[in-house]
């Protein structure tokens, strides 16, 4: 999808919600088709996201109301290493996503999380420099760390990716994304993940076949949101409270 106004490149974005099994029977028939992501090792590689709110928790509240036209901060990291640290902005629009990274450094991080944001404003990537207007202008603030285990797979014709989400977790304790023993809080049920597909222009019919047809769930499932209501009780009974006053009404 092309969006006129901005010539940004969106993605189809589907997503569901399977059991291990499915994963197992999946995998089976997609190895003659699709291959291994080579920057996946073995079994995969571990992604560590810690994603901002500013003062309205608008991320949060306007993915729960639906908003069809919305947008998320976010650093991420890979395997709690320094090698790759990225500051991203995903955009949504329905089930099109658009996402713009910006390289940081270890010592970035920690002056972002300090509140030191003079750095961004001179940064040469557009994305810092709106992340700090965001900062500074939104109030925006470190929130949830979401960590999961991805196995990705992917095909060249109309660059298709299908990955593989497991143990969903809410990291707590600190925002220190590089410290690899912070507590994590489960938020999926034992024996469930999140199949992602993402493709541009096309899927190819003979990808469509394979997507489960008895999935439990074709879903709009956020493993933010999930790691956001998880890890509630850290901002006290006040904000638990209203949270669940929304819920019943």
Request: hydrophobic residues 35%; aromatic residues 14%; glycine residues 4%.
């Amino acid at each position: 999808m092309r969006n006129d106004l901005s010539k940004e490149r969106f993605r189809n974005e589907w997503k569901y919600l399977i059991s291990t099994s499915e994963k197992e029977l999946l995998e089976l028939r997609m190895k003659h088709l699709l291959k291994k992501d080579p920057n996946a090792k073995g079994n995969g590689y571990m992604i560590r996201s810690l994603y901002f709110e500013d003062y309205f928790n608008n991320a949060y509240a306007e993915k729960e109301s639906g908003v069809l036209m919305r947008k998320k901060y976010r650093i991420r990291i890979y395997d709690c290493s320094d090698r790759s640290i990225k500051l991203e902005r995903k955009k949504k629009f329905g089930s099109y996503i658009y996402k713009e990274s910006a390289p940081l450094t270890k010592e970035e991080f920690y002056k972002i999380l300090d509140g030191d944001y003079q750095f961004l404003l001179r940064s040469p990537y557009p994305l810092c420099r709106e992340f700090y207007v965001e900062c500074v202008s939104n109030l925006m603030r470190p929130r949830t760390i979401v960590d999961y285990d991805r196995v990705p797979w992917i095909m060249d014709e109309g660059t298709v990716r299908i990955t593989f989400d497991s143990d969903v977790r809410a990291a707590v304790g600190s925002y220190d994304i590089f410290d690899p023993s912070l507590p994590t809080l489960p938020v999926l049920e034992p024996g469930k993940l999140v199949m992602e597909v993402k493709f541009t222009e096309m899927l190819p019919q003979i990808v469509r076949d394979l997507l489960p047809p008895n999935a439990q769930e074709f879903t709009a499932v956020s493993k933010y949101v999930l790691c956001y209501e998880k890890s509630q009780y850290l901002h006290g009974f006040e904000y638990w409270n209203e949270t669940q006053e929304r819920k019943l009404l």
